[in-house]
């Protein structure tokens, strides 16, 4: 029975009463939380233990620390295997080397719904051209990135990776996550008026019961597997209904994009005849296990069909500047439903490129929500915490084991140094450290009583290594699937590794399989 005291540190709870100690400890034995309070107090229950556990017991000095429960990430997509994707010919952005260039993208100006259903569906088959070591480590990285910035729990809304490769890091690096799979069936076209079928529903279907039993047979309790869809305008009714039947069985949450552009409403209209939450409801999907991500364009009618349901918000702030969404400054819904009951989670969302971590989200919800409501107690710094991490791991349907520092929880923590100027004479370090710190301040990392993070480093992970296998699979899935020219990547990843030891292979080097599943993925950049 392994125990750790992290003693004298400003510890934040994040429980219900939001109750914080400028000098608590937090004691941990077999990987739980046994005792978190004031140090006197916590002292107290160490003098009590076992004298064999007190005496193989390690002691981590907290006094420079703020003490945080582990950050945990609902909303999170694994797509950095098409990083490298703006280098190429057929780049999303005009000219990769400088922003000046750029033109409003596809979620910008209220939204393309069409455009951007018919680029989710190109990537359902993205992670079919991936071989399994760039599989592995892509996951891995984005994994170690996930870790390294505080987040102890992810939950996957559909990722352009395999699945396997998500699960197999999650077990490697210590973390925990609920994997899913990047579900869509179809799209509704520019131009017309019905959705388009692109597969099976039941290819999707099989794809989500394969992950089931793959998390099943790891027999970790720290993976699940979580079911969702990349956006109600990516899914038929018979797959809408597979996966609330699914999500029912098996008694799991369920992820999907909703609510989440202007447009999307009228889209579904001429598609569907409905709107998006009341075809949710139609599908069997709108209930107590519904994380709804950005869901701000709901009408005041769906609105309180997600209040009688009791469905659970989810909002990425920190990500909507970089595409020009506007779920919070478009409409005041998210804060409104908030106010009436609703729990409004934050997370990270994901994108090609490594973007802002839960620490920047939950800046952005602090200071954008008070802004826009013109009241600086609209989201506090404490119910910014909690968002990213109580709150969050409720919508997970894992608030009885994580998400807040309480006795009997298992011990996730995350520690900060709040030690140098931009905590000088601050009575609330938190308030510090969303002002003018971020992901990148995270000191120390546990999850389960394990320490996974210190001072900085993966301490049980050749961080390098992962580095190199990252941009080196990177590398070869830009020349292979978006006909990056290796000149380019050469002269581009010779700042980040070695280009002598790191060629990207060519595309000679598929199978029939990727080469064909790499046809079909030329639209993705």
């Known amino acids: 029975m392994n125990a750790l005291l992290i003693r004298g540190g400003h510890v934040y709870t994040a429980d219900k009463e939001a ?6 400890s937090v004691l941990v034995v077999a990987g739980r939380i046994v005792a978190v309070g004031e140090s006197r107090t916590v002292d107290a229950v160490v003098a009590e233990l076992d004298p064999q556990i007190r005496t193989g017991m390690r002691v981590m000095d907290a006094g420079a620390m703020m003490i945080l429960p582990g950050f945990v990430n609902p909303h999170w997509h694994e797509v950095l295997g098409r990083g490298l994707a703006q280098l190429g010919p057929r780049r999303r952005l005009p000219d990769p080397w400088c922003d000046q260039s750029d033109v409003p993208g596809p979620f910008a100006a209220g939204g ?84 388009r079928r692109t597969r099976e529903s039941a290819e999707v279907l099989d794809s989500l019961e394969s992950v089931r039993r793959a998390v099943q047979a790891e027999g970790n309790d720290r993976v699940r597997m979580m079911p969702s869809a990349i956006y109600t305008a990516n899914l038929s009714d018979e797959l809408g209904a597979g996966l609330a039947a699914f999500a029912d069985r098996h008694g799991l949450p369920f992820a999907t994009h909703v609510a989440a552009l202007p447009d999307e409403t009228d889209v579904l209209r001429q598609c569907f005849g409905t709107t998006p939450i009341r075809r949710l409801a139609e599908l069997g999907l709108l209930n107590d296990r519904l994380i709804a991500v950005h869901c701000a364009w709901a009408d005041e009618a769906e609105q309180a069909m997600l209040l009688r349901a009791h469905a659970r918000l989810n909002h990425s702030p920190a990500k909507y500047g970089t595409t020009g969404e506007s779920p919070m400054s478009g409409t005041p819904t998210l804060l409104r439903l908030a106010r009436a009951g609703l729990e409004l989670s934050l997370s990270t969302d994901g994108e090609g490129l490594p973007i802002g971590g839960m620490a920047e989200a939950m800046r952005q919800a602090w200071l954008m929500h008070n802004e826009l409501r013109s009241d600086n107690t609209a989201v506090v710094p404490t119910t910014a915490l909690a968002m990213a991490t109580r709150l969050a791991a409720k919508a997970l349907c894992w608030e009885e084991e994580i998400g807040s520092l309480e006795t009997g929880k298992q011990a996730d923590l995350v520690l900060v140094r709040i030690d140098d100027w931009r905590y000088l004479l601050r009575p609330r370090p938190l308030e510090g450290f969303l002002l003018m710190g971020g992901s990148t301040d995270v000191d120390t990392v546990i999850v389960g009583g394990r320490v996974l993070v210190e001072a900085g480093q993966v301490i049980h992970v050749a961080e390098s290594a992962v580095r190199e296998r990252f941009i080196t699979a990177a590398a070869q899935i830009a020349a292979r ?28 080097a598929m199978n029939p399989a990727q080469r064909q599943a790499a046809v079909r993925h030329r639209g993705l950049s």
Do not use: H
């Open 19 to 24: 109750r914080t100690y400028p000098s608590g």
């Open 112 to 195: 393309d719904v069409r455009t951007l259903s018919a680029i989710f569906d190109a990537a359902y088959s993205f992670a079919d051209a991936l071989e399994p070591e760039e599989a592995a480590a892509i996951a891995e990285y984005a994994l170690l990135l996930q870790l390294k910035t505080g987040t102890t729990t992810f939950g996957d809304v559909g990722s352009m990776n395999k699945p396997q490769a998500l699960i197999a890091a999650t077990v490697r690096l210590g973390l925990r996550g609920a994997v899913s799979v990047w579900a869509s069936d179809g799209y509704c076209p520019a131009g017309e008026s019905r959705f």
């Open 481 to 508: 699937l978006f006909d990056v020219d290796s000149q380019t990547l050469t002269s581009f990843t010779a700042k980040f590794v070695n280009p002598a030891r790191r060629q990207p292979r060519s595309g000679s």
